[in-house]
């Protein structure tokens, strides 16, 4: 499939990122016709165990986890070929809320003890943790609200915990006293009950209620909690956005193959005007989306204050969830009754797109979101 | 149904039928398939379909010596509104639809006798055979051949998009017959059924991960010529009327009313009436619908006083079908993470799917003719820009 | 040019209004080429005179009026066709301000001294009264606030007040003690001082500035001024909405009509897929639109509340000033360079459609008020 | 200027080489020009032509040895960075960018000694003659022929869209020498002195009722054939060049940035900013900005690299132009009944005059390719779709 994207007409990657590139283009051409992606949907855990493992033999879990715990410590810069490829092959892999989220809480916690023993078996595969703060829908505060903690004990609800299935540990945000704590809960915990139900892309969120819930292992006090959540979160967006803007290229480069190969009228249907001004269109969304994800990354590795980082989390996960719908559903009129069959792969993009657009706050809510914080 | 209860039908003030079909909808029809968001197959609503056989109201636009109720254009419309209102489900209903109104106009005496009153006993359930892979928009490209050999064609080629194909028993097909001159002009119309050897079968799953479709694929299939309707090589203009048929009814506001009632109630139980861009955005759907209707209700202006509706109804399927695709999208929107999720969101009314209903509202704009083929025709046939 | 509306094909007129129709039609025939619309522009009044008087000599001007005073009384219904053409041909009068929106007041106003006295000569052309209502931008009650009544002398200041510069008297809402009331005020009274500013028709809005002002003679007191008022203004936006609806039907006609004739790359530029799309979608705005316009004339004409008026005067001022000013802007677009000419008529459509949406409430404002009325 | 003094600024300090540049401005331009609403005529603008001429800085992308200051592409953007953000209007400059660029690389060294001096000297005030009326944007289709006739050639035609033809003495022209073959390959460049007999020009009123653009009509023009550049029938591919030199500033996203702080100016005037709809709307623009503003930098650092941009920076005048437009209707909208009136509201920025914005930025989706030809420059030359 041809790269139609402006990436090799008008970006500079460095070497090491050429070479990441490489290995995950490699990767991911080993099921290109994504049967694993297949085959694990709407399968607990909703992704393919093997292909974790494989991707931490390939060193990607501790990207960005510091050396001292046993990863790699680069940044979003070389990590962002990976998450592009991610979104092009749609990875049955829970990268983004392990790798990226679940890790950057673990990272900037303040357990030492925790990070030492943990951190590394996450990096091998070994230990996959899931972060549950959310409690209602559409929430974008961090705050926990319903989760209360009472006498060294949890009771309450979290939801939309996503890829809990094959996860071995929750870090949960809980409102005491004084304000917000994080702990390490293990997912045996007495009183603990799981329910999940299925994501439209074949992946599953979970609901957890807790009955006095022993608090298990402190991670972060209420003079930090908060500011690591949200500091987590946000590069959760950004990675997101980076997986969507993979998930938005293949879908429009899935798209122009298929117009030039679809013959109706005696022509290829590429070549209706109408057609044309319609692709054009959702090819500048997704520059566009590039644009920001190239410097939102810039962002996220450089010095910037919380509250920059947060404008541009923002700024890049409402472009992004807004044009990778905009162009996976696109895709599926361009590609007509064919698209709208489960068996063209077309529709598990837009499947993707509609999971990923809205986990960690819509296009809406994140708008909403950057006129408060820059208004 | 007899000459004389179709006159009462007709003479009928119009509140009081409509108070009589709604009395029998409420009566009849399950209360749980009411409103179904998918399209239902024979074991959930073939009872149905029997009843209204049962009650005679089945054809309700066949004339009455077909056994039809033969209600004019006004009282076809209140039928049809009263059943949109209330939620009913449409039945396999090709045969109703499309095949009795082929034979009405173009069938044998012989093909009258034979298919209507099986029709309408729910004998023989019906499926269109029309599309190809290689011919969608385009369909008078279609390449199923059906060769002439003795008193039967050999027929071979592959059918997609048969709507519930796997609920019926008779497939009613467009066939190449001639593969010379301007290709509509070598199309012939067969009815075939789907028991012959040689056929087979195949559902498809959409993105909403139902069967509502299926392939068909025939194999050297014998089909006699007394299957022809219409005659040989004539089957592009009669399926060209037939479409004309129900054009006014893909233009109905009927899913975007549905949808956006299905929004309310997800406003309503979400509490997205407290945000004002919410109800910005609801306002101007809500407008947008309004403002469908009354166009739609221009039209049946034309029906009901027995005129016809030309190429201009392409505008309302378009507006029709992007109004619905956008209050899903709004819906989509405002559940939040609901809007990843295959499940629903409780509401008085019932759970909504916002995800679902999303995605069910992708191929309005592709199936019936594409909304770019609609707009060639508008641009073409009533503004008449040049080719 | 050729009628590419859908009337003739699916809408059917009355006997009495085909005569109405091709009377206005024939009227607007005469100055095809807006020689007179481009000498009114920005040239107190900012209309015609001529062509008022014409327009009362074919009893346009009474046709909302009844009989009793002069008029016709006949309904929107009859008049609609006059209003699509006085949009199609861009009149230069003050047919809706004066005719539909201040006739309104008097013809429901409680004093029969003046209705008998001044509405046959409302009728004749010899004598224009001009409302007053509007104090601030985007103001949708009509509640007066700012313009008081102090024993029995007008203060305060009224703005928006269209066409002024050729008006006799004003009629003016005034707050009191017990509410709003409605006077008809002398333009040459005493302290009263007119300041006139471009539309961007061509037009005049004035601001007029009340210093202690006789009140002139009582129109409708606490009791019924609002209602009045309220009344004319939304019978105003659905005359306004028709007016729009001849702009954008007469813009896409010449659209058309220009998109046959204009030869580039070596054919019509309407053979162009992506400019038939476009224009196809403006055609199906202005269909949309003249549905909503006959269904609220018949709303109009029948028995329907107050309250159902105003959703019915909102929904189609919404979707007529929304209709029109995309179709007119796109219609500009399709011109290419010469649209941007002030050579060019199109223009001239823009600008009217500039001034129409915007007057009496734009359609976020009918929007928000349909909101209000109906949730 | 010295290769010296270019030499100096481009191995200046960013920061410091912007502060001078802006510290320069400041002093130098006039206040009450800042931010233009329209594009400005000599008489109004001439001053600043002049001052900028004899500091050295009329020309900043022309080499030293040109009388240029020679700066380097990053520097180059700081330059017209500063200047954009400080508001300072655009002189009748079509000599600077245009003619000069085009005489240093095709001109012959006569045509160097005599025409550059002159246009740094504001001697010579050039306009451009491309567009005719029946060749917008299909520009090869133009007609304007020149016939030789010894040592001239006789001009007969007729030019639009020419910015500014009213303030110039000189014309840089396409003219039709060949009207065999591909349409493309017989234009020619002339450089024609606008006082030649048989010139009139016409201004053009636009829809802002401004005289920016003006006709030009050529009866019987004698014009030396020592004034064409770059060879009979060379005229195509040298004004396609010259065009994409200028292809990055028409995706600079400086029209849409004074647009939307207009838009702030009004907002806060009139106390949009409390209303939750209004903010949302605004947001979206604000994004549509800074989004497009990231892609704008991508672009630039292809030239900082001394890359070459491609037909790919048509993205940037699309996105730009159609912000811009969304803009001036939200300013529009949001302006109530001043979006009917000439006249503005009052700000602490000044006037804004919401109804002018609006109709002021309709041309910029049609001038310089109307958008649809940039779509269909983008579909055929990057996304490589079928013909």
Known sequence: ?375 | MTEETTNQYNAMDDDEFRAMVHTFYVENYPQELRFSPHRMHWDEIGDWYLTLSKQGWLTPAWPAEYGGMGLDANKLLIFMDVGESYGVGRTPDMGITMVGPLLIQHGSQQQKDHYLPKILAGEYIWCQGYSEPGAGSDLASLQTSAVRDGDHYVVNGHKTWTTLAMDANMIFMLVRTNKEGKKQEGITFLLVPLDTPGITVRPIINLGMHDEFAEVFFDDVKVPVANVVGGENKGWTIAKALLGHERIFIGSPKFAILAMSRLKSMAKSVGLFDDPIFVERYTRLQLDIEDLFATYKRFVEVLKRGGNIGPEVSMLKIWNTETQQRVTELMMEAASEHGGIQGGIETEEGLVRAAGEFIGSRPSTIYGGSNEVQRNILAKAVLRLPG
Chains 1, 3 share one sequence.
Request: with cysteine; proline share 2%; aromatic share 8%.
């Open chain 1, 1 to 375: 499939m041809e790269d139609i994207s402006l990436q090799s007409r008008i970006d500079v990657l460095t070497e090491q990122q050429v070479l990441i590139q490489d290995s995950a283009v490699a990767f991911i051409a080993q099921d290109e016709e994504l049967k694993k992606t297949r085959e694990s949907r709407f399968v607990q855990p909703g992704y393919d165990q093997q292909t974790w493992q494989e991707m931490a033999e390939l060193g990607w879990l501790g990207f960005l986890i510091p050396e001292q715990y046993g990863g790699i410590g680069l940044g979003f810069d070389d990590l962002h070929p990976v998450l592009i490829q991610l979104g092009k092959g749609l990875l049955p892999a829970p990268f983004v809320a392990t790798a990226v989220v679940a890790a950057s809480v673990l990272v900037n916690c303040d357990n030492e003890a925790i990070k030492k023993d943990r951190l590394p078996a996450l990096v091998s595969g070994a230990w996959k943790p899931a972060l549950a703060w959310q409690e209602t829908q559409g929430q974008m505060s961090v705050e926990a609200e319903q989760l209360r903690i009472v006498d060294g004990k949890l009771s309450g609800k979290k939801a939309f915990v996503p890829d809990a299935g094959g996860a071995d540990d929750f870090i949960v945000s809980a409102g005491g006293d004084k304000g917000t704590e994080l702990y390490l809960v293990n997912k045996g915990a007495t009183g603990l009950t799981i329910d999940y139900e299925q994501r439209i892309d074949g992946g599953f969120y979970a609901r957890l209620s807790f009955d006095q819930v022993d608090v298990g292992e402190l991670l972060a006090g209420t003079d930090r909690a908060e500011q690591v959540l949200e500091s987590a979160l946000d590069e959760g967006r950004v990675a997101a956005s980076v997986e969507l803007l993979g998930v938005m290229t293949r879908s429009l480069e899935i798209t122009v193959d298929y117009l030039n190969q679809r013959v109706q009228f005696d022509k290829p249907i590429g070549s209706f005007q109408a057609i044309q001004h319609k692709t054009v269109d959702l090819f500048i969304l997704s520059e566009i989306s590039r644009s920001v994800v190239l410097q939102t990354i810039a962002l996220l590795d450089g010095d910037a204050s919380a509250h920059d980082r947060a404008v541009g989390a923002s700024q890049v996960k409402a472009r992004c969830g807004d044009a990778a719908l905009q162009i996976t559903k696109s895709a599926i009129q361009l590609h007509g009754g064919i698209g709208y069959t489960d068996e063209a792969n077309i529709g598990l993009y837009l499947k993707k797109a509609m999971y990923l657009a809205s986990w960690l706050g819509n296009a809406t809510a994140h708008r909403a979101r950057y006129a408060e914080l820059t208004l």
